[in-house]
């Protein structure tokens, strides 16, 4: 069943600016956070020596807050990159409240990145790190939908193929014909929410279902 959404209601669920949870998200893995802090401290000190051997210079102002900006990047790139992921959904032209049922459920092994390392040999080795993500596919009376993919954790071993879920679908049309996006999911039974990124503002979507569902009805 999908119950288009009205005009208004996308700003409800998705905010423009990220969420707390939604910065821990995008803040990333312990590989991605310290990419980000040597970007934020080696850009930060580069930035603020060049700005100190320009003191008497006009651009001595612009090289500080450079610095200050380089610093901070810890802090403002995460912001920047989860408004960007929300900002991308809120503009595909269409959106419905989705409720189906799980049709599968399976598990997938995957890369999330490789390096070489020195074995105790002194040989080089290629080290891969791998998780479990869990797919689950998605249908309603009218057929297949899609599928949510997102990392495995332990609290996920219970979702079986039959669970009600809801979700927000986004489309170009009006007619959903073609789905472009899905967001993060919501299964009321088991008070359960999957996905790889948390789209919805969750306790706003759980209440906005109750009340459309229930006109629905």
């Given at each position: 069943m999908l119950i288009p959404l009205r005009p208004g209601e996308i700003d409800k669920l998705i905010p423009a600016v990220a969420t707390g949870d939604q910065f821990t998200s995008a803040l990333g893995n312990p590989r991605k956070i310290l990419q980000r802090i040597l970007i934020s401290s080696i850009g930060g000190v580069i930035t603020l020596l060049i700005s100190q051997s320009q003191v008497a210079s006009q651009f001595y102002s612009l090289w500080l807050v450079t610095g200050v900006i380089f610093i901070l990047y810890l802090l403002w790139g995460p912001i920047v990159e989860a408004s960007q992921r929300n900002g991308k959904l809120r503009r595909i032209g269409t959106a419905a409240i989705f409720e189906g049922e799980i049709s599968d459920v399976y598990k997938e092994e995957k890369i999330e990145n490789r390096h070489e390392q020195a074995s105790k040999t002194g040989e080089l080795e290629l080290i891969e790190n791998r998780r479990t993500w869990m797919i689950i596919e998605l249908e309603d009376e009218d057929g297949y939908l899609g599928q949510i993919s997102?990392?495995?954790?332990?609290?996920?071993?219970?979702?079986?193929?039959?669970?009600?879920?809801?979700?927000?679908?986004?489309?170009?049309?009006?007619?959903?014909?073609?789905?472009?996006?899905?967001?993060?999911?919501?299964?009321?039974?088991?008070?359960?929410?999957?996905?790889?990124?948390?789209?919805?503002?969750?306790?706003?979507?759980?209440?906005?279902?109750?009340?459309?569902?229930?006109?629905?009805?």
């Open positions: 997102f990392p495995m954790e332990k609290k996920h071993q219970i979702i079986r193929p039959g669970y009600l879920v809801r979700c927000l679908v986004f489309s170009d049309d009006n007619n959903f014909n073609q789905i472009k996006a899905i967001s993060d999911a919501w299964l009321p039974s088991q008070r359960l929410w999957v996905g790889k990124y948390p789209y919805l503002l969750r306790p706003a979507f759980e209440e906005l279902c109750t009340i459309r569902i229930n006109q629905r009805n």
